[in-house]
């Protein structure tokens, strides 16, 4: 990969620990998975937004245990443990703002154009030819001090086109190097892990209220799939095709089949479907 330099673990504990928002910050060189070892800690009583980073992980997973390449130099791997205190009912939107805070970083951080596909994944792109540049994946875990929201974040930095894997739904990968893009890894973990505190915090203050915040208007905002042609797979030979006309307040999506009826979806997985 174009950049092996290290991730400066003490100067972000600084900045971020000592001087932000969190309550812990540890860089390991290789891991397993950083969501599976903060559901560890999680379930042990780890303090609320605590942050782990790797360099590389061996078994790194998005949605559905998909498995997500992390190999080391090529991009920033973090996960942090959140005990927001919201009602289960917002508990979802989770991933959805955690998209918010990143797609809002990439633009001002790169100036590459950033969106979202629902309900977890970074397109970078302009006009219809977004490309998959980092997927969001959020847990929650039971531990002795209620419930944990795990969250992980895999985003591509630094490979070239030639070295990035196949897209799931249909989209190829692309990385912010491959975009155009010279990132500063340091500079870039510090902006998207304060922004992460800004929309989380707000969330939380509000007891999971995207409306008031405004982060529902964000979210809607980012959010590529709104006005695309989509079949949602359901699971099974069951599939849900129509127009994506709408993110609701409980954070599911809402398609408008061919029939005009309307249906919001809270799970599936979506593929942005081509017009002929």
Known sequence: MSDEVLLDGDALRRRLVDDGPYAALDVVAVTGSTNSDLAEAAAKGAADRTVLIAEEQSAGRGRLQRQWISPRGSGLFVSVLLRPGVPPSAVAWM?????????????????????????????????????????????????????????????????????LPTGAGGLPA????????????????????????????????????????????????????????????????????GEAVDVDDSGRLVVRADTGRTTAVSAGDVVHVRRS
């Open 95 to 163: 991933p959805l703002i955690a998209g918010v805070a990143l797609a809002e970083t990439v633009e001002r951080t790169t100036g590459v154009p950033a969106g979202l596909k629902w309900p977890n994944d970074l397109l970078l792109g302009s006009g219809e030819d977004w490309h998959k540049g980092a997927g969001i994946l959020s847990e929650a875990v039971a531990g002795p001090d209620g419930i944990a929201i795990v969250l992980g974040m895999g985003v591509n930095l630094a490979q070239r086109r030639d070295q």
């Open 174 to 241: 692309t990385s912010l190097a491959a975009e155009g893009a010279e990132v500063d890894r340091d500079e870039f973990t510090l902006a998207l892990l304060d922004a992460l505190a800004e929309v989380e915090g707000r969330w939380r203050d509000a007891g999971g209220d995207v409306v008031t915040t405004g982060l529902l208007d964000r979210y809607r905002e980012r959010c590529r799939t709104l006005g695309q042609r989509v079949r949602v797979e359901l699971g099974g030979d069951e599939d849900l095709v």
